[in-house]
């Protein structure tokens, strides 16, 4: 994926102001990439926050592949001293009521050995500054009530409940 200038001049900035932390977009024919972006969610999965078990082989490769093939996705890995330490799973969805695109953080993790420092807001930073550069409305995630850290990161970088109050709903298929 092609940063535009303006991104590329935030990278810059955080680089120059925290000059440990790089961000990456994932290239999904790069086999280190594609093992860190399983490993790394995996690692989410495994928490006790993601609540599940880790993936098998098969829906490992599977998981690659559809994020590769999805014309709206993409994967933005968090460097800390050149180890690939965290990642967000975003996608570009369509405001109806905006009538203009956003982007949903869908999954974000931090390694355990590298939280503290700061490499969570800075890949949220990050994404929202990609989102304002694009001329997006907003950028959504969603929370588990009961992720107290995340919840306070989240408020910090100006994320809040919508009014009314919308709640996540989910009917499983599979």
């Keep these: 994926m092609m940063l535009i200038p303006n991104v590329l001049s935030l990278i810059i900035k ?14 999904y024919t790069n086999p280190l990439y594609s093992e860190k972006l399983v490993e790394l969610l995996n690692h989410y999965m495994a928490d006790p926050m993601g609540g599940c078990s880790p993936l098998s082989n098969e ?15 993409f994967v933005l890995f ?12 975003c996608f570009i969805n369509f405001s109806t009521f905006k009538v ?14 590298y939280r503290g420092k700061g490499l969570g807001k800075a ?5 929202i500054a990609i989102a304002a550069e694009r001329d997006y409305c907003k950028v959504t995630l969603e929370v588990r009530d009961d992720n107290i850290i995340a919840k306070a990161l989240y408020k910090e970088l100006g994320f809040a409940d ?4 919308m709640h996540f709903w989910t009917k499983s298929l599979h």
């Design 14 to 27: 955080v680089q120059k102001e925290q000059p440990d932390i790089d961000f990456i977009f994932c290239d």
């Design 162 to 165: 919508t009014e009314p109050v």
């Design 100 to 113: 203009s695109p956003y982007i949903n953080v869908h999954d974000i993790v931090i390694q355990d050995k």
């Design 123 to 127: 890949l949220l930073q990050n994404i």
């Design 59 to 73: 829906k490992a490769g599977q998981l690659v592949n559809g994020l590769a093939a999805h014309p709206s996705s």
């Design 78 to 89: 968090v460097s800390y001293n050149k180890a690939i330490a965290g990642l967000a799973t």
